[in-house]
């Protein structure tokens, strides 16, 4: 096919991912697989080992250059992130270990504090477990109600639904910006503004959008915002958990220990003021230090370009894979990042990874995470998931569809 014009200049863009040049069984990988995490750029890797190598201390506490070096850049990542997220205040980011712990932050404090018998809680039919299981728990403990808002065909939410679930009785609203197994970006901005009308409160789980388009959390008015950055071209085991200042100040805290903490006596401990108010213990200096090149390497590249860039991937792997016969595309929403869910015809999508898998080619199959979406969308076994990231070119989808054929040949 023609060259796609972009802004952004692909073969350098992989030249700063190392791993890109590593062959799986034998041949050159292609790695489909961005939804789950992403791989990281060379500036990234290299800030770990600079940090390792050069300024490794423990901070805020010490008075020593080391330490004082290593908190500068700690606090220097915390304020890219507020930019990044368009927080107005720094003290609203939170470092956690990824989306999953900053729900829970969420359901064991502003759960625990303020929701009891009755109250209702409402996700929806796209949520990631870790936007399912945390509320259940909630639930569980204390007498709440869960309530899911449906969806359509398409995979997009039943906004007509979400309207009629909405009561006094809303305490919370928890949904995901951007579905991982089927690519639905929300209309979180509706969904925020019609939950605040009857009082509640809303959590965006923005695992799958932030590092596909902007996200602007005043713009939003979210009271929450959750991501990890693994899926951002940055660590693992980091997340921010965004959240309003009156909330966050209003909640009790998550776990106890140092740094989280004011004065401790044997009969009383007060407790820090934010952000340090929720991050107990030596928190993951090294990677919260590097995730400040992942923003910049993303703002660089620039968000507007790469979701561009994304769309005709998204675009041309649609039309391909549409092309081949006993294929099934899961998902068709009209707002959609750069996902292609599918099923083939007699071939169990286990399969599917597995000889991909021999070709080189590294996709997701199964329920990812989002087994009562499948149940819904009569799939138990789930699908494929091809996940696309800057990185990825149109060579490589007409890779995937040849694997995909090879893939019929060898199962019907
Ligand atoms: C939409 C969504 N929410 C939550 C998560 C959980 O993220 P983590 O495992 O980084 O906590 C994921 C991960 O795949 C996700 O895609």
Redesign the pocket.
């Known amino acids: 096919m023609n060259k796609p014009k972009t802004a952004l200049d692909i073969e350098k863009i992989r030249s700063d991912f190392p791993i890109l040049n590593e062959a799986v069984n034998g041949k050159s990988l292609v790695y489909f697989d961005n939804?789950?995490t992403t791989q990281k750029p060379s500036v990234v890797i290299n800030a770990l080992t600079d940090y390792y190598g050069h300024y490794n201390a423990n901070i805020h506490r010490g008075l020593h250059a080391l330490a004082e070096k290593a908190t500068f850049a700690f606090e220097n990542s915390r304020h890219s992130l507020q930019r990044f997220l368009n927080a107005a205040l720094v003290e609203e980011i939170i470092f956690t270990y990824?989306?999953?712990?900053g729900i829970n932050l969420v359901a064991q404090t502003f759960g625990r504090r303020f929701l009891g018998q009755g109250d209702e809680i409402i996700i929806s039919t796209l949520e990631?477990h870790?936007?399912i299981v945390p509320w259940q728990m909630l639930c569980e403990e204390r007498g709440c109600v869960l309530r899911v808002i449906p969806i359509n065909e398409q995979g997009e939410l039943r906004m007509d639904e979400y309207e009629k679930m909405l009561s006094e009785r809303t305490k919370l609203v928890s949904v995901?910006h951007?579905?991982?197994s089927l690519g639905t970006i929300n209309p979180v901005k509706t969904i925020i503004e019609k939950a605040h009308a009857v009082g509640a409160k809303v959590l965006i789980?923005g695992?799958?959008a932030t590092s596909h388009m902007e996200v602007d959390v005043q713009a939003l008015d979210c009271d929450f915002y959750v991501f990890?950055l693994?899926?951002l071209y940055g660590p693992t085991g980091l997340?921010v958990l965004y959240g309003k200042k009156a909330i966050l100040d209003a909640m009790p805290p998550y776990r106890g220990g140092g740094e989280m903490i004011k004065e401790v006596t044997f009969e009383k401990t007060t407790y820090n003021d934010l952000p340090y108010k929720f991050e107990a213990g030596t928190p993951n200096i090294a990677d919260v230090v590097a995730a400040l090149t992942a923003v910049q390497y993303v703002d660089e590249l620039g968000k507007t370009n790469m979701a561009a860039y994304e769309n005709e991937l998204l675009r041309y792997a649609t039309e391909q894979l549409g092309d081949i016969d006993g294929l099934r595309i899961v998902g068709q929403a009209a707002e959609k990042i750069s996902v292609v869910s599918f099923v083939l015809a007699g071939i169990h999508p286990q399969d599917i990874g597995t000889i991909l898998d021999q070709q080189g080619i590294a996709i997701r199959t199964g329920h990812h995470?989002t087994q009562p979406l499948m149940n819904r969308l009569g799939l138990p076994s789930g699908t494929a998931r091809a996940s696309f990231a800057v990185y990825n070119t149109f060579a490589e989808i007409d890779k995937l569809v040849q694997g995909i054929r090879k893939v019929q040949k060898m199962m019907l």
């Open positions: 939804a789950a990824g989306t999953t712990d990631h870790s936007n995901v951007v579905s991982n789980d695992a799958q990890s693994h899926k997340g995470c």
